[in-house]
């Protein structure tokens, strides 16, 4: 699992290569948060590459979603599997996430 950061037209994306899980998960919160302290206020995670996400990996998306929102930012989601978007849709996390189907899609939108 790694998470890859980069800067495009503003935004702070994320890229998650593999499973966020339990052993992972505060890593991708650390590195967001960093960014956020840094002055950052839009983001974009994008799960190209991405099967799976456990509870816990779902928990620090909900955690994350809310410290950017308090701090007046925006966060977008992009490119999750049908699996993926199955989950979110069963959770309800649908309605709390700005999902998009493209990294296009999604910077366009910040």
Sequence with gaps: M???????????????DGQLIVG???????????????GERKFLIDFSNTGYIDSSGLGVLVSLSKKIREQGGELRLANLNEDLRTLFE???????FQISDSREDALSSL
């Excluded at 998470?3 to 935004?11: A, C, H, L, N, S």
């Excluded at 992972?24 to 840094?38: I, M, S, T, Y």
């Design 2 to 16: 790694t998470f890859q950061t980069t800067k495009k037209d503003g935004v702070t994306v994320v890229d998650v």
């Design 24 to 38: 992972n998960r505060q890593e991708l919160k650390q590195k967001v948060l960093d960014e956020l302290e840094g």
């Design 90 to 96: 069963l959770t309800k996390l649908d309605t709390l």
